[in-house]
């Protein structure tokens, strides 16, 4: 997501420049608030945040963008592997227009997500950072937690201060751990710091389950016209951290972004992540998988997991544009050794629309089946997923849709769960909406998150996601939990449907001229969104 306060620096000039000749067209937060709840779904509905703990101004004097108070955006989750009850989530605090936000909030949950008490790491100056710790930083995005084989949680987030990637500015990945779950947090370790160039984005971390003296990290970092993978590891259990390095390195007009890494149950890391190219006419986006044997220390060569072509969201009634996945996607491991994969892509609809695509791995990584629409209204777009396999096998996928769009005013959305047993037969469950998408945080396009959370606490699917509220309020959006049980056999409810997965498994389709334009300007949108205009 764009994080940083900034003109765009040459080294996205660069990599932009191929796209543009091809072209550009186409189309604590308190706990237990008593503020009203959107309309009722099916299902149990918990919210996470109030109105915004930071007073304005706490992280001091800055160059430029709009704060946007009481906003919550992008959470994530984790439950612990050793007991489905204890769920902790973060997420951006107060979120600003050009990049980042105030910092980073959390809570933890040892009900399932029925409760919550929030809390938060010393990232930034608002949460607690200071200069001596070497944490005074103004911003912070991309909340990601984990929890690892002995209850120990960890978070991860981008620290940066100042107009980034000129000189003065400053930019970090920092590492939190609790030892009291989620409670309370040391303080942050740095994995690495730059000043100026480089930039590094996007992280993500992984508490090993089957080990808990392993911790990984992984992000891209953004320098000289180039962006590729960096990694480090803990050995014990995050209290030390090896030297940040490069395990992969895409080359000139090119660069990795959303690095994750997943863990089989014997072990074996998979990292994955989205390569983009650009070099002369050929654009590119592609989904890709590295593999490691020994926790780390080596890595194979990537290989291709699928081409990708997202077209991006936006208003269909106004054109204003939505910030959302595109280009990106999420992995998830299940403990029967499937993976599974979920991102944007067109191919369903002939390029006219984005919906949910889904490939899954039964040998490792090592192959992957073709892609099918999960997204069970075709003719509308959808947008920013997320995947978790549950430890019986099924798999949840969560979505936001666009199918209760009018043509009024505002952008009525919605959030969907689709499960699945066996990956042909899908119930549906509302989450959350319809809410005005057009009120969330203006991030280069309507903003509640490039990704959303979900896991399971037993049978139940419990997604962590956010939706807009009333900023007249002070409380411009705010996250929410819900927990989502099998059905009782023989029943079913309002918000719940069983159907069959959309179409059969598709390859990406011809590109025509438009579509090779529509694609190149989803591509130069995912890689200017890293750069506030």
Not at 241 to 270: F, H
Not at 329 to 355: E, H, K, M, P, Y
Not at 397 to 405: C, I, K, S
Request: aromatic share 8%.
């Amino acid at each position: 997501m764009p994080r940083h306060p900034m003109p765009v620096p040459a080294y996205a000039v660069a990599l932009l420049a191929a796209v543009l000749a091809v072209g550009c067209g186409g189309g604590g937060g308190s706990s237990g608030s008593t503020d009203p709840i959107p309309p009722p779904t099916a299902v149990p509905q918990v919210r996470l945040t109030g109105i915004s703990p930071f007073p304005d101004g706490c992280e001091g004097p800055v160059a430029s963008g709009t704060a946007y108070a009481g906003s919550e955006v992008e959470p994530h989750v984790a439950v612990d592997p050793t007991n489905p009850n204890h769920l902790v989530a973060a997420w951006q605090q107060d979120r600003w227009s050009n990049g980042g936000a105030r910092g980073l909030r959390s809570a933890a949950s040892f009900d399932g997500g029925r409760t919550w008490a929030g809390s938060a790491a010393a990232f930034t100056l608002c949460t607690g950072g200071d200069s001596a710790a070497g944490t005074d930083f103004q911003r912070a995005s991309d909340p990601w937690v984990s929890i690892g084989a002995d209850g120990v949680v960890h978070q991860i987030a981008i620290g940066f201060s100042g107009v980034s990637q000129t000189p003065g500015s400053i930019n970090a990945v920092l590492a939190s751990r609790s030892t009291d779950g989620g409670r309370t947090w040391s303080a942050p370790a740095t994995l690495i710091r730059d000043e100026g160039l480089p930039f590094n984005d996007k992280e993500s971390l992984t508490a090993d389950p089957t080990d808990a003296r392993f911790v990984y990290a992984i992000w891209d970092r953004l320098a000289a016209g180039r962006g590729p993978t960096w990694f480090t590891r803990s050995t014990d259990g995050g209290a030390n951290w090896e030297p940040a390095r490069s395990i992969y390195d895409p080359g000139p007009g090119r660069q990795t972004i959303n690095n994750q890494i997943v863990v089989l149950p014997d072990g074996t890391l998979v990292a994955f992540f989205t390569r983009l190219i650009a070099l002369g006419s050929i654009v590119q986006q592609s989904l890709m998988t590295m593999r490691s044997n020994d926790r780390g220390a080596t890595w194979s060569a990537p290989e291709a997991l699928s081409a990708v072509q997202s077209r991006g969201t936006r208003d269909p009634d106004t054109g204003a544009l939505v910030r959302d996945a595109a280009n990106l996607g999420t992995i998830a491991a299940g403990r029967n050794g499937q993976l599974a994969a979920v991102w944007q892509d067109a191919r369903f609809s002939a390029g006219l629309r984005d919906g949910i695509a889904l490939a899954r791995s039964f040998d490792g990584g090592l192959t992957w089946t073709v892609p099918v629409a999960v997204n069970q209204v075709p003719g509308v777009a959808a947008f920013v997923p997320s995947v978790h396999i549950r430890d019986d096998g099924a798999i949840g996928v969560t979505y936001h849709d666009l199918r209760d769009n009018t043509p009024g005013a505002g952008l009525p959305t919605s959030v969907w769960l689709v499960e699945t047993a066996d990956g042909t037969t899908w119930r549906e469950t509302r989450l959350a909406g319809p809410f005005d998408l057009a009120a969330a945080p203006n991030a280069n396009g309507y903003f509640l998150g490039d990704y959303t959370g979900l896991v399971s606490s037993g049978a139940t699917f419990v997604p962590v996601y956010a939706t807009t509220q009333d900023a007249k309020t002070g409380d411009q959006t705010d996250v929410f939990a819900s927990l989502v049980s099998p059905p009782a056999a023989g029943t079913s409810t309002k918000a719940d449907s069983t159907v069959a997965t959309i179409g059969p498994p598709r390859e990406p389709i011809v590109l025509t001229p438009e579509l090779e334009e529509a694609f190149a300007r989803s591509v130069r949108l995912t890689i200017e969104r890293r750069f506030a205009r």
